[in-house]
């Protein structure tokens, strides 16, 4: 069951409410001005799943954008935009 905590509450003891969350899974409401505005909770196997396929769609795109970039500095080179592209089309066919 989630307890309410005011965000100030939180400001002043952040740390022993996340060694909460950390250790014994525990959940909070948190309030501002007793208005509910988040949920803390302990992360799930599906909340890392999808951290980890955030991560790679940004180095994804941080890659493109190099190719972009050493494309546009040497235009007589193969185009390193389509390779990536075409890496990144093999990839959304691996199963998840």
Sequence with gaps: MSQEIG??????QTSSIVRRVREEAAEYVITHHGQP????????A???EALQKQKAREAWHNLLEIGKALA???PSAPSLVATLEE???????WPL
């Design 7 to 12: 965000i100030r509450e939180l400001k002043n």
């Design 72 to 74: 546009e500095s040497n």
């Design 87 to 93: 890496m990144r089309e093999e990839e959304n066919q």
């Design 37 to 44: 505005v988040a949920v803390l909770r302990p992360i799930q």
């Design 46 to 48: 599906e909340d890392k």
